[in-house]
């Protein structure tokens, strides 16, 4: 079956930097995306969501992007501070079709002070 | 708000032996899932409720696994027998629909 994907399992960055995080799915008929940062011992939590009739959505201090032509969703964190080290993971639906979250691997992010 | 509550934190049992991981969801929510969480294969939807009535069971590995929802305010997920491969971190997670779920702090399964 389709499956969410993520093109790097590791992003070191330094703090103050912004940080880039990208994920691709294969699911077309996907209308539905979501962020979630994992932080060690913890479950996922909710960062950010975005619906396919958009391209962009902002948060405080993030950004996504979701480029449905190339099937590509992106997570962009402004000034990254230490606290945003953690696993993140983007996730896919079909809105109507009654299924569940399916959810990439996840890219770690280090942030260096 | 309480947010989704799981127990235990941490199950450590030996192999064969019946394991049940407990959830509470959020209240006024009407969707429950549990997912499953290992390093090779990230988080796998295991089952998920939606008014207490099993949706979607295609993610349960065996006959060993089971979950109940017998309320809109407990869940129970079952593994009899456990065997080591069953070793993970299980979350349930809650949300009004399937959209934004809401993920508990999991339980750290370990089946020596």
């Known amino acids: 079956g389709e499956s969410v994907g993520l093109h790097l399992p590791t992003l070191s960055v330094q703090e103050g930097d912004n940080s880039i995080i990208n994920c691709a799915y294969s699911?077309?008929?996907?209308?539905?995306f979501i962020w979630y940062k994992q932080e060690s011992g913890k479950g996922p939590q909710f960062i950010i969501d975005?619906?396919?009739?958009?391209d962009k959505r902002q948060g405080q201090r993030v950004t996504v992007l979701l480029n449905k032509t190339v099937k590509h969703l992106s997570l962009q964190i402004a000034a990254t501070q230490p606290g945003d080290s953690a696993v993140y993971f983007c996730?896919?639906?079909?809105?109507?079709?009654?299924?569940?979250?399916?959810f990439g691997k996840g890219t770690t992010l280090s942030v260096s002070s | 708000d309480a947010g989704v509550i799981q127990s235990p934190r941490h199950e450590v049992t030996e192999m064969g032996q019946e394991v049940t991981l407990r959830c509470k969801p959020i209240?006024?929510?009407?969707?429950l899932f549990w997912y499953r969480q290992t390093m090779m294969r990230g988080l796998e939807l295991l089952i998920y409720?939606?008014?207490?009535?099993?949706?979607?069971d295609s993610g349960m590995p065996e006959d060993r696994f089971s979950a109940k929802m017998p309320n809109a305010s407990f869940s129970t997920l079952k593994i009899q027998p456990s065997e080591p491969r069953d070793s993970a971190v299980y979350f349930c997670?809650?949300?009004?629909?399937?959209?934004?779920?809401?993920f508990g702090s999991g339980t750290q399964l370990s089946v020596l």
């Open positions: 997670a809650s949300s009004f629909g399937t959209e934004k779920l809401f």
């Open positions: 699911n077309s008929a996907s209308d539905y």
């Open positions: 975005i619906r396919s009739n958009m």
């Open positions: 996730a896919e639906n079909i809105n109507q079709a009654g299924t569940a979250l399916i």
């Open positions: 209240s006024g929510h009407n969707s």
């Open positions: 409720f939606n008014n207490n009535v099993p949706i979607d």
